[in-house]
Nanobody
Framework: QVQLVESGGGLVQPGGSLRLSCAAS????????MRWYRQAVGKERDLVAY????????NYADAVKGRFTISRDNTKNTVYLQMNSLKPEDTAVYYC????????????????WGQGTQVTVSS
């Protein structure tokens, strides 16, 4: 049974920090690029950051560059999103996403989503 379980969300003041975690199970974690998305109320779901299967390449949305850091621990099948200098506009539900890496033997349609974790930035 495939699972992506996010944790670490909550209420934080502007300028504060949170660390999100996404624990994966039920699939070969090292065959997957891991991504964080977010969706604010009334808006589309947007890509925040991704990290390649071995962790060698990361990329970020312009809105979070320099403030957020994505990382992964392949020994724990977990991906993280460290969020610093949080702003009210970072308020959203954050989703963990797994997609097969390019060239993987895993069929491309084997994409998975977590249930989301709420992040609220407010004073």
């Amino acid at each position: 049974q495939v699972q992506l379980v996010e944790s670490g969300g909550g209420l934080v003041q502007p300028g504060g920090s949170l660390r999100l975690s996404c624990a994966a199970s039920g699939f070969t974690f090292t065959e997957y690029t891991m991504r964080w998305y977010r969706q604010a109320v009334g808006k589309e779901r947007d890509l925040v950051a991704y990290i390649t299967s071995a962790g060698g390449i990361t990329n970020y949305a312009d809105a979070v560059k320099g403030r957020f850091t994505i990382s992964r621990d392949n020994t724990k099948n977990t991906v993280y999103l460290q969020m610093n200098s949080l702003k009210p506009e970072d308020t959203a539900v954050y989703y963990c996403n797994a997609v097969p890496r390019p060239g993987s033997w895993v069929p491309f349609e084997k994409e998975y989503w977590g249930q989301g974790t709420q992040v609220t930035v407010s004073s």
